[in-house]
């Protein structure tokens, strides 16, 4: 008798479905309402355009960086490598600025540090590019750092210096990936293996954008 009774208890419990919580609207508009609160405490508008105005203000430090370094770097993969790289650079600019702005700034800047560029990056003026090229990863870091409170814990001079190397470590991987960018998959198969062709087809471009 007792286990029968015992089974009949059992068997309202085994059947009953496992449901999980799910979140109310007012727990979705209590995390909004919070979000927002402290996005506004943490100046959103004033962080995005200091990171904005550096973003601006570092891209031609990093086009020195990165195409100085590329006049080195990019002739090992063939002498049409760098100009190939220079024609991308402009036309993937066209897409975001004006004719006006690319015709009249932005290609002939790309053009004199290409023509310039194995003397500039052997100059102090390629150390402060550096410098100056990382303000904008410098916004972000600050940013983040704000964000979570952390800024009375972190000390402003190391965190510049970690900003920088953040900086010259995606300097780095833009000058490994870029002559590989510029060449594409085909010329790329002339120097491997048949058997990878399949992998190069399908994993070519999505290596490239991971590194």
């Known amino acids: 008798m007792s286990d029968q009774s015992e089974q009949q208890r059992s068997e309202p419990s085994e059947k009953r479905p496992s449901q999980k919580p799910k979140p109310s609207r007012h727990h979705v508009r209590h995390i909004t309402v ?9 100046s959103i508008f004033s962080e995005s355009a200091q990171a904005a105005f550096w973003c ?19 002739p090992l993969f063939g002498p049409d490598t760098l100009p190939t790289i220079q024609d991308q650079l402009i ?7 004006s004719p006006n702005v690319v015709a009249e700034i932005i290609e002939p800047t790309v053009r ?23 303000s904008a990863i410098s916004a972000f870091v600050d940013s983040i750092t704000e964000a979570h409170d952390q800024t009375p814990l972190r000390h ?6 970690y900003a920088l190397g953040l900086y010259v470590v995606m300097l780095i991987g ?38």
């Open 112 to 134: 004199d540090i290409v023509r310039g560029a194995r003397g500039e990056v052997v100059s102090v003026g390629f150390v402060i590019s550096l410098w100056a090229g990382s």
């Open 56 to 74: 601006a203000l570092s891209l031609p430090p990093l086009l020195l960086g990165m195409l100085g370094s590329l006049a080195y770097v990019a």
């Open 156 to 161: 402003p001079v190391r965190q510049r210096f």
């Open 91 to 97: 036309s993937t600019t066209q897409r975001f600025f």
């Open 174 to 211: 833009a000058i490994v990936t870029a002559p590989f960018l510029a060449l594409g998959p085909r010329k790329v198969a002339e120097f491997i293996p048949d058997s990878w062709d399949h992998i190069l087809q399908f994993g070519y471009y999505p290596v490239l954008f991971l590194a």
């Open 34 to 42: 919070r979000t927002l609160a402290k996005s506004w405490d943490d």
